[in-house]
């Protein structure tokens, strides 16, 4: 048997990432090794797509539930998979083009453990009036700016039975941040998708566990609208690969607004 790895993402109407999520990882690691875990989607987001959707009923969200879900399905996979990859649908793990020509070259030929981190980065407008995102055309060519965070630095490439913790930021496993794989998020890329999203989210029944976890999903407008224009103000006329990254991030330190850099932006 040669080398299979697989992709898992759990959605919730998600009619704009899924479709470049599923594209994204479909390409790389085959339609076939998607797992689509669909958390009772009613916008047809999920009807007639690739790849293999699992429907599970839809409660009160709980973040301690989804991962403990994702946790044993996950475990489940590694039975058939040699590496299984869980992201939510708006993250991208990315190698660096110019030592690796694809996500799954990268998976086989990585030898830094059996859990690695990726560089996360947060995509962001580097202005507040820009044209909205055209989600059919690649989006990094649209915004090419972001900042490197520890929260989104998640350990997603996992070989062994892996228990991360709510948000996936953390897990049980010892991991290896690789400056090879970067993680690109997209949630904020494009403002006002960002404001309906947060609607959403905080329209949604949360049990008393999950609600614990979520704060950040069900801000106000006006501290999101607040964030990114902070963000765009501080930002820097400079790439991001410029950056110690290894020693900010074991820091737990943040960047500043920063040019994504070149080599990455026809990938996504």
């Known amino acids: 048997m ?3 790895s697989a992709a898992v993402t759990m959605v919730y ?23 689509i875990i669909d958390h009772g989607s009613n916008d047809g987001s999920t009807a007639r797509i690739p790849g293999n959707v699992i ?4 409660d009160n969200f709980d973040d301690v539930q989804r991962v403990g879900f994702i946790n044993k399905f ?4 590694l039975t058939y998979f040699d590496c ?44 507040m009036l820009l044209p909205p995102v055209n989600f059919a055309s690649n989006i990094l060519p649209q915004r090419p700016y972001g ?19 709510p948000g996936f930021h953390n897990c049980n496993q010892p991991s290896i941040l690789d400056e090879d794989l970067w993680l690109f998020h997209l949630k904020h890329c494009d403002l006002q998708r960002s404001l309906m999203r947060l ?47 290894t020693s900010l991030l074991a820091e737990g330190g943040y960047s500043k ?3 994504i850099p070149d080599m990455f932006l026809p990938c996504l």
């Open 199 to 245: 609607n959403l989210t905080r329209s949604m029944k949360w049990s008393e566990q999950g609600a614990a976890f979520g704060h950040h999903q069900r801000s106000r407008d006006e501290d999101l609208i607040h964030l990114v224009q902070t963000v765009v103000n501080e930002q820097e006329d400079a790439s991001l690969d410029s950056l110690p990254i």
């Open 147 to 165: 900042f490197i965070t520890p929260w989104e630095s998640k350990p997603l490439v996992t070989k062994v039975p892996t228990e991360w913790s």
């Open 2 to 4: 040669g080398f299979r």
């Open 13 to 35: 109407n998600e009619d704009k990432f899924l479709p470049i999520w599923i594209d994204y990882y479909g390409k790389n690691l085959g339609f076939e090794n998607l797992y």
């Open 257 to 259: 607004l920063r040019r």
């Open 74 to 77: 996950h475990a489940s996979l």
């Open 84 to 127: 299984v990859l869980y992201t939510d649908c708006d993250e991208f793990l990315v190698p660096r083009p110019t030592r690796y020509n694809s996500l799954v070259t990268y998976l086989r030929e990585q030898h830094h453990g059996n859990v690695v981190r990726a560089v996360g980065v947060d995509v962001m407008p580097n202005a």
């Open 55 to 58: 429907k599970i009923p839809r």
